[in-house]
C-alpha cells in the first residue's frame, strides 16, 4: 500500500528526516516510536503534504501512484488520512456540515454518488456509536470549545466516517486520560480490517498496550533505527529511548 | 435546505461575475439631465398628485444645495459623479398587463436566467414577488392573497395611485428629502419600489420579496420603499439583487423607509450583488443607500439584516429611530469585498425611549485590494433610561493588500446605559485550511467553508431562501486572495 524509500525532509532548510524507508502494507499496523524532536510528526506531515515541510530527497509510492506529486486533498481523496495531534478549531461551521461536505468530496473522487441526507444520518449515527463519539459534539462548530480529548475523539469519528485506506494518527494519544485513550483505541480496533493500513506515531507504548501493533519501527534523528515487533514496544518502555541512542552511537563508532 | 453546502461551494466557486447580460426590452428613456423639467416629467409620467410633485421639487432644492459639497466622512474618496449626465426615467414600454403572457418573454427569461421564476416556484416557496424590472413594475403576484388579510403590498406607483393617504402620511417620515444629499436626488427623482402595509394585528403569512435589477445603459436606479407595520403587526421583506455587467459606473440611490408602530415587527432582508466592477476596479455599481426605520412604539422591533457582496462602492448605514419604550433594533451584516470594491457600511442605533435594546453584529471580509469599513453610531439621548447596545463588529483578512477598517462612534447621554463594544480582526489560518485540505478539500472550497462559518452568525439570521443564495454569493471565487 505505501513504500516509503529515502525520504528526506526539511523545515526552513533544516533537514529533519534524512532517509526514511519504510512498507506498509494492507492489513497492517505499524507504530512508529522515538524521542522528542526524532521527525516522528514531521514524517507524518510530509505524507499528509504539508507544504511547511520541504522534501528534500527519496520518493513515496501509495497504491502504485506518486504520493509526493499530489496535493495534499488529493492524497487525502485517494485514501490517506491523518488524525491531527492539534487538530484546528473552525468557528461557524458545523462539524456534520464539515463531514458531509468532506464525504462527499471524497466519494466523488472515486466516482460514488454523495449520500443522501438520510443516508448520511444512518452512517454518522453507526459510527458515532462505534466510537463513542458524544452525539451532541456533531452539531457544534468544528472542534470549537471542544476539550482535547473531544477533539482527538472527533478525529477518530472523521476518520470512521471517511474510511481510509491508510490512516495516520499523529500522537493521537497525547493529552488523553485512561478512558478516553481506551475509547479511541477501541474505535481503531474495530475499524481496522485485511484492506486498510495504520501508522501509529507515539512517544509513550501505553496506546500501544490497547492497539497491538505487527510492527514496531523506532526513529531517530530522522531515520529508522530498529524495527521489531511489538517486544519492540515493552522494550522501549522498560529501558528508555537511552539505550537506543546508545546502541546506535555504539555502531557508529 | 434545498441544496447542501457542497454543492452551493461546488457551483459557484471560480465564478466570475455570473449574472453579467442584459436584457433588450424596449425603454423609454428619458435624456440626460436633471432640472425641474425632469421632476415634472416624471411625476406626470407616473400621473402624480400635486403634493407629491410638490415634495420631489422640494427634495429637487435640496439635493442642488448638498451636492454644492459632496460628504467627505466616508473611508474613500467619492469619485466624481456628473448628475447632468444621468438619465432619470426608463421604463419598460409595455404597461398595462393582465396576466404573465402579457410580459415581455426577454423579461421572464432574465428572472429564469436568475433563478427567479415568477410562477409555481415561488407559490411552493411561500414567497409573494414584487418583481422591479428598473423603474417601472413588471408584475406583482400574491396580490389576492395578502388582500384577504388586508396587507397592501405593491408598487409605490400603485400604491400612489390607491392609498394616497397612507403614502402621504409617512412618505419621508424617516428619510426626509433633506437627509442627505443621495436621499434628496431620490426623493426628486423616485422612479419606483415598493410599498408594504400591514395592519393592526395581522401577522404577514409569507416573505415578501422584491427583486430588483438595474438594467438601462446609464440610467441610474431611484427606488423609494416604504413599509409600514400597525400595531401588533410582523412583516419580513427580503430585497434581492443582481446587475447585468456594464462597463459604465452605475449609479444607485435607494431609499428605505421602515415604521413599526407599538408591539409591531419588522424584518428586512438583504442579499446585495450588483455588478462590482472587473478585476482592475473598471467599472461596477455605486450603491449610495439611505435606509432606515423607527421603532415608533412601545415594544415594537426592526431587524436589518444584510450580505453585501457587490457593487464597486456600498455605502450604506441601515439604521433605527428606538422612540418607543422596549424598543429592540437589530443591524447584522456581512460585507465582503475584492479586487477593488469598496464597502464603508455600518448601522445607527437611536436611543431615545427607555429600555429601548440594540445589537450590532457586523462581519467584514475583505480580499484583493478592496477596503472595507464598518461605521457605527450608537446614540442614546438623555430620556432613554436603560438603553443596552450590544456591539460585535469583526473582520476577516484574506490576503496582504486588502484593508479593513472600524470607525465606532458612541454618544451616551444617559448614565443609567450600558454599552458593549467588541472587536476582533482576523486571517484564515494555514493550519486550518491545511487541515481541510487533509479531508479531501482543495483551497477554494477549504476559504468558502472557512468564511462561510465565518459569517454563519449573520447568516442564521436571513430567511431559509436567502440564507441558501447568501452562502452561494460568499463562496465566490477567492482565487488567489489566500495563501
New interface residues.
Given amino acids: 500500500m505505501l513504500q516509503i524509500k529515502n525520504l528526506q525532509a526539511s523545515v526552513n532548510g533544516e533537514p529533519i528526516l534524512k532517509g526514511v524507508d519504510l512498507e506498509v502494507k494492507a492489513g497492517e499496523i505499524h507504530a512508529i516510536m522515538g524521542p522528542n524532536g526524532s521527525g516522528k510528526s514531521t514524517l507524518a506531515s510530509v505524507l499528509?503534504?504539508?507544504?511547511?515541510y520541504e522534501v528534500t530527497g527519496g520518493e513515496v509510492w501509495f497504491e502504485g501512484k506518486n504520493l509526493l506529486e499530489m496535493?495534499?486533498?488529493i492524497?487525502?481523496?485517494e485514501g490517506l488520512?491523518?488524525a491531527?495531534q492539534y487538530?484546528?478549531e473552525?468557528?461557524?461551521?458545523s462539524n456534520i456540515?464539515?463531514l458531509?461536505?468532506?464525504l462527499?468530496?471524497?466519494r466523488e473522487?472515486r466516482g460514488l454518488p454523495?449520500l443522501s441526507a438520510k443516508e448520511f444520518m444512518q452512517r454518522l449515527k453507526e459510527k458515532q456509536e462505534l466510537v463513542e463519539f458524544n452525539a451532541s459534539l456533531v452539531n457544534r462548530?468544528?472542534n470549537e470549545g471542544f476539550s482535547g480529548g473531544e477533539k482527538k475523539r472527533n478525529e477518530i469519528l472523521?476518520l470512521a466516517m471517511?474510511e481510509p485506506k491508510l490512516a495516520i494518527l499523529d500522537e493521537t494519544d497525547s493529552g488523553l486520560d485512561i478512558d478516553a485513550l481506551r475509547i479511541v483505541a477501541n474505535g481503531v480496533n474495530k475499524l481496522r480490517s485485511k484492506d486498510n493500513a495504520f501508522i501509529i506515531i507515539t512517544h509513550y507504548q501505553r496506546l500501544l498496550q490497547y492497539i497491538i501493533p505487527d510492527y514496531v519501527h523506532v526513529l531517530y534523528d530522522g531515520r529508522i533505527i530498529k524495527s521489531g515487533t511489538k517486544e519492540l514496544a515493552y522494550e522501549l518502555e522498560e529501558k528508555g529511548y537511552d539505550w537506543i541512542k546508545e546502541s546506535v552511537q555504539a555502531s557508529l563508532s | 435546505m434545498p441544496t447542501?453546502?457542497?454543492d452551493i461551494?461546488q457551483k459557484y466557486s471560480d465564478q466570475e461575475y455570473e449574472f453579467g447580460f442584459e436584457t433588450r426590452v424596449e425603454m423609454e428613456i428619458l435624456p440626460p439631465g436633471l432640472n425641474e423639467e425632469t421632476v415634472r416629467f416624471i411625476s406626470a409620467k407616473k400621473e402624480e398628485p400635486e403634493w407629491l410633485l410638490q415634495w420631489r421639487l422640494k427634495g429637487l432644492e435640496h439635493f442642488r444645495r448638498l451636492s454644492q459639497e459632496m460628504p467627505e466622512w466616508q473611508n474613500f474618496k467619492l469619485p466624481h459623479i456628473d448628475f447632468q449626465a444621468i438619465s432619470y426615467y426608463a421604463a419598460p414600454k409595455k404597461r398595462k398587463l393582465n396576466s404573465l403572457d402579457e410580459v415581455d418573454p426577454e423579461i421572464l427569461a432574465t428572472f429564469e436566467k436568475l433563478g427567479i421564476p415568477l410562477e409555481e416556484q415561488k407559490v411552493l416557496a411561500g414567497v409573494a414577488v414584487d418583481a422591479v424590472m428598473d423603474s417601472v413594475s413588471v408584475k406583482t403576484t400574491f396580490q389576492e392573497k395578502l388582500r384577504e388579510k388586508g396587507i397592501i403590498f405593491c408598487s409605490m406607483g400603485e400604491a400612489i395611485k390607491n392609498h394616497p393617504d397612507l403614502v402621504k402620511k409617512y412618505l419621508g417620515s424617516v428619510v426626509p428629502y433633506s437627509d442627505n444629499v443621495f436621499a434628496a436626488l431620490n426623493a426628486a427623482v423616485f422612479s419606483d419600489g415598493s410599498f408594504c402595509y400591514v395592519p393592526k394585528g395581522v401577522r404577514c403569512p409569507m416573505e415578501l420579496s422584491t427583486y430588483f435589477r438595474i438594467n438601462a445603459s446609464n440610467t441610474g436606479q431611484f427606488e423609494r420603499t416604504l413599509i409600514i407595520a400597525e400595531e401588533g403587526a410582523y412583516v419580513s421583506y427580503l430585497e434581492g439583487c443582481t446587475a447585468p455587467k456594464r462597463d459604465e459606473n452605475q449609479l444607485h440611490a435607494a431609499v428605505v423607509e421602515l415604521i413599526a408602530l407599538d408591539h409591531a415587527e419588522i424584518k428586512y432582508s438583504t442579499v446585495q450583488n450588483w455588478f462590482p466592477g472587473d478585476k482592475n476596479g473598471n467599472g461596477g455599481v455605486f450603491n449610495f443607500v439611505t435606509k432606515r426605520g423607527i421603532c415608533k412604539g412601545p415594544h415594537s422591533k426592526i431587524s436589518w439584516t444584510q450580505v453585501e457582496t457587490g457593487s464597486a462602492i456600498t455605502w450604506k448605514y441601515p439604521s433605527v429611530i428606538l422612540q418607543g419604550d422596549y424598543s429592540v433594533g437589530e443591524f447584522y451584516s456581512v460585507a465582503m469585498t475584492r479586487n477593488h470594491q469598496i464597502a464603508d457600511t455600518g448601522t445607527k442605533m437611536i436611543h431615545l425611549g427607555k429600555h429601548t435594546r440594540s445589537r450590532i453584529i457586523s462581519k467584514g471580509i475583505s480580499a484583493g485590494y478592496s477596503q472595507n469599513s464598518y461605521r457605527g453610531q450608537v446614540r442614546v439621548g438623555p430620556r432613554a433610561d436603560y438603553a443596552r447596545n450590544f456591539t460585535q463588529c469583526d473582520s476577516l483578512l484574506l490576503g496582504d493588500k486588502c484593508g479593513a477598517h472600524t470607525f465606532p462612534y458612541i454618544d451616551c447621554q444617559n448614565p443609567t446605559a450600558i454599552l458593549e463594544h467588541e472587536a476582533t480582526t482576523s486571517k484564515i489560518?494555514?493550519?486550518?485550511i491545511?487541515?481541510?485540505?487533509?479531508?479531501?478539500?482543495?483551497?477554494e472550497?477549504a476559504v468558502a467553508?472557512?468564511v462561510?462559518?465565518?459569517?454563519?452568525?449573520v447568516l442564521n439570521n436571513l430567511p431559509m431562501e436567502f440564507a441558501v443564495e447568501a452562502q452561494k454569493l460568499l463562496a465566490i471565487s477567492l482565487d488567489g486572495s489566500v495563501g
Fill in positions: 499528509a503534504g504539508n507544504e511547511l496535493a495534499p486533498e492524497r487525502a481523496r488520512f491523518m491531527f487538530p484546528v473552525i468557528p461557524g461551521v456540515n464539515f458531509k461536505t468532506a462527499a468530496e471524497i473522487h454523495p462548530s468544528l472523521q471517511l | 447542501t453546502d457542497q461551494l489560518a494555514e493550519d486550518q491545511f487541515y481541510l485540505n487533509q479531508r479531501g478539500l482543495d483551497t472550497k467553508l472557512i462561510n462559518g465565518y459569517a454563519r452568525e
